[in-house]
């Protein structure tokens, strides 16, 4: 039985299908928009707290961009040699506020370019850009596109996610385990489904209902 615990499938790659939208409708579709070139817009910045998707829509939009067979890469704040030998249709900058001076200027350079050249431009920090503590010209360009707030999803939010993905197995997610997820696990919503989907594998082959003290095990064998 540790053993069945212990072989919890790993996270989903991210996708556009598989993230949860929330209260991020607006944001998802100005994000197709861009990926498809209808926005009018070549740059777009995100800022939101840790857990709330950015990673995962940069890396959803890399994905589906190259699915299509056009030039895409995520780096995550890479150094500057990185940035000086970018020549992608579109690149998804993450944690751009860990850059160095040296790759800030790179940055620069690299926005300046790829607006002349029409190319798309994506990056991630956590905070609104004029509170960065960056270069103000590279906070001055990310500003120059669009800039949105990804927003975490709430409780509520994370608990509908939760039993409509239980649902969709067929399996029965009382509320109190929904409850004690929220309040024992990590909350970012791909872990949280995951571990779900390993609960309900041991329920199915344990032949028991789900409990709060299944999930208790299951965390503390997890863990």
């Known amino acids: 039985m ?13 996708t556009l299908q598989n993230f949860v939208v929330g209260s991020n409708g607006e944001l998802l579709q100005t994000l197709l928009n861009l990926i498809e070139g209808t926005q009018g817009q070549h740059s777009l910045t995100l800022w939101g707290e840790a857990g709330s998707g950015k990673s995962h829509l940069l890396h959803a939009v890399t994905s589906f961009v190259a699915e299509h067979g056009i030039s895409a890469i995520y780096l995550d704040a890479p ?39 029409g190319k798309t431009l994506i990056v991630a920090v956590p905070v609104a850009p004029a509170q960065l503590a960056l270069r103000d010209d590279i906070k001055t360009r990310l500003a120059w596109g669009l ?22 197995r067929g399996m029965n997610l009382p509320d109190d385990v929904v409850e004690y997820f929220l309040r024992h696990m990590k909350r970012d919503l791909p872990t949280l489904m995951t571990i779900l989907d390993a609960l309900d594998d041991w329920s199915l082959t344990a032949k028991k209902p789900v409990t709060v003290a299944m999930a208790r095990q299951l965390v503390q064998v997890a863990n």
């Open 79 to 117: 150094q500057a040699e990185t940035i000086n030998l970018l020549e992608h249709s579109l690149v998804a900058l993450d944690n751009a506020q860990n850059l160095d001076e040296t790759s800030q200027i790179a940055l620069f350079n690299l926005f300046n370019r790829y607006r002349e050249q």
């Open 2 to 14: 540790k053993q069945l615990l212990l072989d919890i499938k790993p996270v989903p790659a991210p």
């Open 147 to 168: 800039v949105y707030q990804v927003l975490s999803l709430s409780d509520t939010e994370k608990a509908q996610a939760l039993k409509r993905h239980a649902r969709e």
